[in-house]
């Protein structure tokens, strides 16, 4: 009777078996014309959704990231210093980190974040700018491991100065 019910067992798994293998099989193949490289966000689990993030009006950013540019000590206000002191450099890495990856890197968005940290409009524009300065030149160093030693090292080298003229905070890089 053992010996029946396993001779059973070993037809059904030998049957879904077949299945399985026709279905991996056509899993791995490409439909013509089709696009089947997987996105960033497949690879690394994260569900975001970048083209709703890069929707953004470009204009705007650009013209917003000039302005923030342009400013100098622009966290060096009362308010802005009083975050700052009070925790804001202590998490700064981390809340920027998190600004910056949940908005896909995105200036508008990553400015809106760091301002409900309680920035102020044009520190917040530089810290956003700090974002796309480090996705621009850093991404490869940065994306699986921002406190990677070459990652820190590029922001540093490629970003911190922007960073500095722009907000006067001597910040970015860790």
Same mark, same amino acid.
């Given at each position: 009777?053992?010996?029946?019910?396993?001779?059973?067992?070993?037809?059904?798994?030998?049957?879904?078996?077949?299945?399985? &293998?026709? @279905?991996?099989?056509?899993?791995?193949? !490409?439909?013509? +014309? /089709? #696009?089947?490289?997987?996105?960033?966000?497949?690879? *690394?689990?994260?569900?975001?959704?970048?083209?709703?993030?890069?929707?953004?009006?470009?204009?705007?950013?650009?013209?917003?990231? &000039?302005? @923030?540019?342009?400013?100098?000590?622009? !966290?060096?206000? +009362? /308010? #802005?210093?009083?975050?700052?002191?009070?925790?804001? *450099?202590?998490?700064?890495?981390?809340?920027?980190?998190?600004?910056?990856?949940?908005?896909?890197?995105?200036?508008?968005?990553?400015?809106?974040?760091?301002?409900?940290?309680?920035?102020?409009?044009?520190?917040?524009?530089?810290?956003?700018?700090?974002?796309?300065?480090?996705?621009?030149?850093?991404?490869?160093?940065?994306?699986?491991?921002?406190?990677?030693?070459?990652?820190?090292?590029?922001?540093?080298?490629?970003?911190?100065?922007?960073?500095?003229?722009?907000?006067?905070?001597?910040?970015?890089?860790?």
């Amino acid at each position: 009777m053992a010996l029946r019910i396993l001779v059973t067992l070993l037809a059904f798994v030998a049957a879904r078996s077949d299945d399985i &293998e026709a @279905a991996m099989a056509a899993d791995d193949t !490409c439909a013509a +014309g /089709g #696009d089947c490289s997987l996105e960033l966000n497949q690879l *690394r689990g994260i569900k975001v959704h970048y083209l709703e993030a890069l929707e953004d009006d470009e204009e705007e950013s650009a013209q917003v990231e &000039e302005e @923030a540019e342009l400013e100098g000590g622009a !966290c060096t206000g +009362g /308010g #802005d210093m009083g975050v700052w002191k009070a925790g804001g *450099r202590r998490s700064f890495d981390a809340a920027l980190n998190h600004c910056g990856r949940s908005c896909a890197a995105g200036f508008p968005c990553t400015k809106d974040c760091m301002q409900k940290k309680g920035y102020s409009a044009g520190c917040a524009s530089c810290m956003a700018q700090l974002v796309g300065c480090s996705r621009d030149h850093c991404m490869n160093q940065c994306i699986t491991n921002d406190k990677a030693p070459a990652c820190t090292h590029c922001v540093k080298a490629s970003c911190r100065h922007k960073m500095k003229a722009c907000s006067g905070l001597n910040a970015g890089g860790h």
